[in-house]
T-cell receptor, first 115, second 117 residues
Framework: AQKVTQAQTEISVVEKEDVTLDCVYE???????LFWYKQPPSGELVFLIR??????QNEISGRYSWNFQKSTSSFNFTITASQVVDSAVYFC????????????FGAGTRLFVKA | EAGVTQFPSHSVIEKGQTVTLRCDPI?????LYWYRRVMGKEIKFLLH????????ESGMPNNRFLAERTGGTYSTLKVQPAELEDSGVYFC???????????????FGEGSRLTVL
């Protein structure tokens, strides 16, 4: 069975703190894709990053970084020096080919960044 | 380019009534998906269109839900008759044709919040 688990329901930090959002996935497929999406208060989900199962390189984009570890089936997301504008719900997702690509989402982690 | 648009943004109806949600994908995107998020839970897949054909409708909860995509452009999701447990936010997403390289990025609309009283 395929599943994405985001164990942290809500996280609250003070501005400038670093914060890591956890994501653990389950699949028996060897080819898959992992994503992070951000849902700001406006409601629309915004794509942040994609990783395929053959690329375990970590990635850094400004204050955002992602740690993909196949050995632990995790794809964690770290925000460095958080800002109030980072407040949002963050979703981790797993995409698999089942005759067409199907994307499975975690329950989301709500991040509050206080000034 | 215009993003994915959904209408209405919020609908409040009574149990037993009918509601139709509409999604206009990004122009040229063959893939169109409907998802639903219920009260802080995960975003659940409902179905996937490739152009006007239903590629996968395994996530549709029951036969009270009917999705169509006429001419492979916009899509509608009708709930008839609505039940209390249908309340949630319905997201539509679109993506380019699956090919090589696969990007997989889904472009989401802002969602349609449905409240069934």
């Amino acid at each position: 069975a395929q599943k994405v688990t985001q164990a942290q329901t809500e996280i609250s930090v003070v501005e400038k703190e670093d914060v890591t959002l956890d994501c653990v996935y389950e699949t028996r497929d060897t080819t898959y894709y992992l994503f992070w999406y951000k849902q700001p208060p406006s409601g629309e989900l915004v794509f942040l990053i994609r990783r395929n199962s053959f690329d375990e390189q970590n990635e850094i984009s400004g204050r955002y970084s992602w740690n993909f570890q196949k050995s632990t089936s995790s794809f964690n997301f770290t925000i460095t020096a958080s800002q109030v504008v980072d407040s949002a719900v963050y979703f981790c997702a797993l995409s698999l080919y089942t005759g067409g690509f199907k994307t499975i989402f975690g329950a989301g982690t709500r991040l509050f960044v206080k000034a | 380019e215009a993003g994915v648009t959904q209408f209405p943004s919020h609908s409040v109806i009574e149990k037993g009534q009918t509601v139709t949600l509409r999604c206009d994908p990004i122009s040229g995107h063959d893939n169109l998906y409907w998802y639903r998020r219920v009260m802080g839970k995960e975003i659940k897949f409902l179905l996937h269109f490739v152009k006007e054909s239903k590629q996968d409708e395994s996530g549709m909860p029951n036969n009270r839900f009917l999705a169509e995509r006429t001419g492979g452009t916009y899509s509608t999701l009708k709930v008839q008759p609505a039940e209390l447990e249908d309340s949630g936010v319905y997201f539509c997403a679109s993506s380019r044709s699956t090919g090589t390289p696969y990007t997989g990025e889904l472009f989401f609309g802002e969602g349609s919040r449905l409240t069934v009283l």
